[in-house]
């Protein structure tokens, strides 16, 4: 059974950084697209970043256009696990970001999910 596990979440500063983990197990993910989504209360759930796998070891990233220049997706497929460097965090990047996986791209349904981990940026 797969277990997507998120860490990294806390409180920061605007302008700070933080990074998130998600640890996969149970299966290797190299062939998956990984990835983030995010909810803000009363707000619905968005895609914020993919790595999504092209052949052999190259992967694509892709970022919603309120984070791009500022957060940076990367995987470590001998760890089975996806980062998100997220740099000048601003308070509207506040939410639960939640980590993804699913077989060749992320979608609003995914087959993995992680628990969560809470974003809060204070002004």
């Known amino acids: 059974q797969v277990q997507l596990v998120d860490s990294g979440g806390g409180l920061v500063q605007a302008g700070g950084s933080l990074r998130l983990s998600c640890a996969a197990s149970g299966r290797t993910l190299s062939a998956y697209a990984m990835g983030w989504f995010r909810q803000a209360p009363g707000r619905e759930r968005e895609f914020v970043a993919a790595?999504?796998?092209?052949?052999?070891?190259?992967?694509?990233?892709d970022y919603a256009d309120s984070v791009k220049g500022r957060f940076t997706i990367s995987r470590d497929n001998a760890k089975n696990t996806v980062y998100l460097q997220m740099n000048s965090l601003k308070p509207e990047d506040t939410a639960v970001y939640y980590c993804?996986?699913?077989?060749?791209?992320?979608?609003?349904?995914?087959?993995?999910w992680g628990q969560g981990t809470q974003v809060t940026v204070s002004s």
């Open positions: 790595t999504t796998w092209i052949r052999g070891s190259t992967y694509y990233a």
């Open positions: 993804a996986a699913n077989r060749a791209r992320l979608a609003g349904e995914n087959e993995y």
